[in-house]
């Protein structure tokens, strides 16, 4: 079984656990992917990076029995087709706010003649031509995430939750709160309600739930039906590793007057 094939079974039984990566660097995702994480999200969306950059960090990843989730920056079907073509085992989508958001999505990740996705042969996702039956098996070896961050990704989620090839639905709770006009607040009573009733809905479309979630909140989650949990990122533990040991140093070794 592919990578993919592996985390799409765990997930339909979960808790699967993941961290992103937003340090466009194949060394501190070589570092995370030696660990035992079911899967590590490659943040495009957000941090500088490109297509070569990912290529390395794939690279780091390849002795890794982690999935690769590559969180795209938007549905550009050039970088979609650089992504698969590299052989990622997954991709999120941002700002799914429709079914016809979801559908378009799953076309651009799919070859003819269920989708627009063009054939090459030496790529990596081949195995440089080695793999002859890759674009027969290619679309099982393929998980693929929307990100609901609006209302009107709500609004339409159960048509979303219902379309052919979605694999997983991940909500995204700082921009939910922000476009319900709770900027800054994840954790605010309406957010907190409206996830609630998104994953349930989700769960009952049959499709796996995500979220980014505190080691904290992972039971609760669990309880309603969440499988796939982004409990923090590379960045976050850097800053709260660093931070922590000069914060300890600083008060024990050096006095103020």
């Avoid at 985390?7 to 990566?21: Q, W």
């Avoid at 999200?41 to 890794?64: F, K, R, Y």
């Avoid at 533990?237 to 000069?246: E, H, I, P």
Wanted: with cysteine; hydrophobic share 40%.
């Amino acid at each position: 079984m592919s990578k993919a094939e592996i985390l799409k079974k765990a997930l339909a039984s979960g808790p699967c656990f993941g961290l992103n990566c937003a340090i466009p660097s194949p060394h501190t995702v070589e570092i995370l992917a030696s660990s035992s994480y079911d899967f590590l999200v490659i943040d495009a969306e957000h941090p500088p990076t490109n297509p070569a950059i990912i290529h390395t960090q794939l690279t780091a990843m390849a002795a890794s029995p982690s999935s690769a989730l590559i969180k795209i920056p938007s549905l550009d079907p050039t970088f979609i087709r650089q992504c698969l073509d590299l052989g990622a085992e997954g991709l999120l989508a941002p700002d799914i706010d429709t079914a016809d958001d979801a559908r378009h999505f799953v076309r651009l990740t799919r070859y003819p003649p269920h989708g627009v996705r063009g054939i090459a042969s030496a790529v990596r996702v081949t195995g440089f031509t080695r793999n002859k039956l890759h674009v027969k098996t290619a679309d099982q070896r393929l998980c693929r995430g929307v990100l609901i961050e609006s209302k009107s990704g709500l609004d339409h989620l159960d048509e979303i939750s219902a379309v052919d090839g979605v694999d997983i639905v991940m909500f995204g709770a700082t921009d939910l709160a922000a476009q319900l006009g709770h900027v800054g607040e994840p954790r605010a009573p309406q957010v907190v309600v409206a996830i609630e009733d998104g994953i349930k809905r989700v769960r009952k479309a049959g499709r796996v739930a995500g979220i980014v979630s505190s080691e904290a909140d992972i039971e609760y989650y669990t309880a309603l039906g969440v499988t796939m949990f982004v409990v923090g990122s590379d960045m976050t533990l850097f800053v709260q590793a660093t931070d922590g040991l000069v914060e300890r140093l600083l008060k024990k070794h050096r006095t103020t007057a």
